[in-house]
């Protein structure tokens, strides 16, 4: 396989959603694949071979590109290069606002999981350290979906695109519930 069609590959894998998810359109995911490419330093094949190819795949396809990965940082990442790709055409004048809200609440909360994620859990200092990091994901999601919110209603972002936001926001906020409670559960 060539390197344009390990691209395609990659660019579709990222962004075929799972069953239980809910749907998002097809420029929804036209532009994560796009952010993704983007981040991934690779060049995004046109949108409608896009869409024939996403069709044609299986949708049972993983989202992870690393098995060894937290679900949790997986959909953060997919969150973040959505927004990337988002705020990249919104109008002048909010970007010094809302555009960098957007981004900088999205990057701080991938960067908090992935220091929770490596955390050592062999004394109370890192299982502290661990439970902070958290909730400070936590608290930069709510946060995130709020300056979604306030973006929507200024006219920074579509009402589409704030919906797409706010389910990914949920559930990457489900997810680090979920892996708090089995941190609890495991360490005490």
């Not at 998810?21 to 995004?44: C, L, W, Y």
């Not at 109370?124 to 919110?149: I, P, S, V």
Request: charged share 35%; glycine share 2%.
């Amino acid at each position: 396989m060539d390197n344009i069609g390990r691209n395609r590959k990659l660019q579709l894998q990222m962004t075929v959603p799972l069953q239980e998810e809910r749907k998002e359109s097809d420029e929804d995911k036209i532009a994560t694949a796009q952010g993704v490419a983007k981040a991934n330093k690779k060049k995004f094949i046109e949108d409608k071979v896009f869409l024939e190819e996403l069709e044609g795949m299986d949708k049972d396809t993983k989202i992870r590109s690393n098995s060894s990965e937290l679900l949790v940082i997986t959909k953060t990442k997919k969150l973040a290069a959505y927004i990337m790709t988002v705020t990249e055409k919104s109008p002048k004048k909010f970007r010094a606002v809302f555009v960098n809200r957007l981004q900088n609440y999205c990057l701080d909360c991938l960067e908090y999981l992935i220091e929770a994620n490596t955390m050592r859990m062999d004394n109370t200092k890192n299982k502290d350290r661990r439970k902070e990091c958290q909730h400070q994901a936590f608290l930069k999601l709510k946060l995130l979906g709020y300056m979604a919110f306030l973006s929507m209603e200024s006219q920074c972002i579509l009402k589409k695109q704030y919906e797409q936001i706010s389910l990914q926001v949920a559930d990457c906020i489900n997810l680090l519930v979920a892996w708090r409670k089995s941190d609890a559960d495991r360490f005490g």
